[in-house]
């Protein structure tokens, strides 16, 4: 009986391999193995949700969590050769800020609603179309059923959707809400590096996964973003020797 069991269970195990298809998902490393190989996709999946907050409500923290996503899509765009889509309810993108992140004003297209209801529509059609190589949109509410359908139009198309989660009042933390999303981040300053002389080095952010699907939550130092949106590692933190992030490999896994 049990010699049955086991034959017929091999069975069913062999034809739910031949039923279901094999999907190919493309990846987007950072390209610094410090930060790749603690994600579970080994950075990040291109056809997904993925959600940035910044630490606390301060200008500094804001900042930094809005270059770390010019850099994604910076670096997406290179590699895609569209444009990127940027929806907001708000008009404050600084674009000589977002030029420094390598997201240049020539490859980005400024969409701005008149609400959240009518941005997450936005977001949806444009990755339904699939003109954009990537779309980064600034929320303060976004339903649990909304981040699902996000979750499932960029798996469809294969295009990233990057959500800048925005407070809705000082206290509250943008990540608390329930997602479906595939990475959860929260971004803050940290000191820069000193220099021999006066001046400020480049920035360094604290660079938090909240929550990422198949791996565990951990938090490193880089340094922001270059003028090609590349991160890097400090040398003197020493997760590695220290790695600039050049253009990345981008891998299917």
């Given at each position: 009986?049990?010699?049955?069991?086991?034959?017929?269970?091999?069975?069913?195990?062999?034809l739910?391999?031949?039923?279901?298809?094999?999907?190919?998902?493309?990846?987007?490393?950072?390209?610094?193995?410090?930060?790749?190989?603690?994600?579970?996709?080994?950075?990040?999946?291109?056809?997904?949700?993925?959600?940035?907050?910044?630490?606390?409500?301060?200008?500094?923290?804001?900042?930094?969590?809005?270059?770390?996503?010019?850099?994604?899509?910076?670096?997406?765009?290179?590699?895609?050769?569209?444009?990127?889509?940027?929806?907001?309810?708000?008009?404050?993108?600084?674009?000589?800020?977002?030029?420094?992140?390598?997201l240049?004003?020539a490859?980005?297209?400024?969409?701005?609603?008149?609400?959240?209801?009518?941005?997450?529509?936005?977001?949806?059609?444009?990755v339904?179309?699939?003109?954009?190589?990537?779309?980064?949109?600034?929320?303060?509410?976004?339903?649990?059923?909304?981040?699902?359908?996000?979750?499932?139009?960029?798996?469809?198309?294969?295009?990233?959707?990057?959500?800048l989660?925005?407070?809705?009042?000082?206290?509250?933390?943008?990540?608390?809400e329930?997602?479906a999303?595939?990475?959860?981040?929260?971004?803050?300053?940290?000191?820069?590096?000193?220099?021999?002389?006066?001046?400020?080095?480049?920035?360094?952010?604290q660079?938090?996964?909240?929550?990422?699907?198949?791996?565990?939550?951990?938090?490193?130092?880089?340094?922001?973003?270059?003028?090609?949106?590349?991160?890097?590692?400090?040398?003197?933190?020493?997760?590695?020797?220290?790695?600039?992030?050049?253009?990345?490999?981008?891998?299917?896994?």
């Amino acid at each position: 009986m049990i010699t049955a069991l086991e034959s017929l269970s091999t069975t069913i195990a062999h034809l739910r391999t031949i039923a279901t298809p094999v999907v190919d998902h493309r990846i987007m490393p950072f390209g610094i193995p410090a930060l790749d190989d603690r994600l579970a996709s080994r950075g990040l999946r291109a056809g997904a949700l993925h959600e940035v907050a910044a630490q606390s409500c301060s200008m500094v923290d804001d900042a930094a969590a809005t270059l770390f996503l010019a850099g994604i899509a910076a670096r997406e765009a290179a590699h895609a050769g569209g444009p990127v889509l940027w929806v907001s309810c708000r008009n404050d993108l600084y674009a000589p800020g977002l030029e420094q992140a390598g997201l240049s004003s020539a490859d980005l297209i400024h969409a701005q609603p008149r609400d959240d209801a009518a941005l997450l529509a936005v977001v949806e059609d444009a990755v339904r179309d699939g003109t954009p190589s990537a779309v980064i949109a600034e929320v303060s509410r976004m339903p649990m059923v909304a981040t699902r359908r996000l979750q499932l139009v960029a798996a469809d198309a294969d295009i990233p959707v990057l959500i800048l989660r925005r407070r809705r009042n000082r206290d509250q933390d943008p990540l608390a809400e329930p997602s479906a999303a595939w990475t959860r981040w929260r971004i803050a300053s940290a000191s820069s590096e000193r220099l021999g002389v006066a001046g400020v080095g480049r920035s360094r952010w604290q660079v938090e996964v909240a929550r990422q699907r198949g791996g565990e939550a951990f938090s490193m130092i880089l340094e922001g973003c270059d003028e090609t949106g590349c991160l890097a590692v400090p040398a003197a933190l020493g997760y590695r020797a220290a790695e600039t992030a050049g253009p990345a490999r981008y891998a299917v896994a």
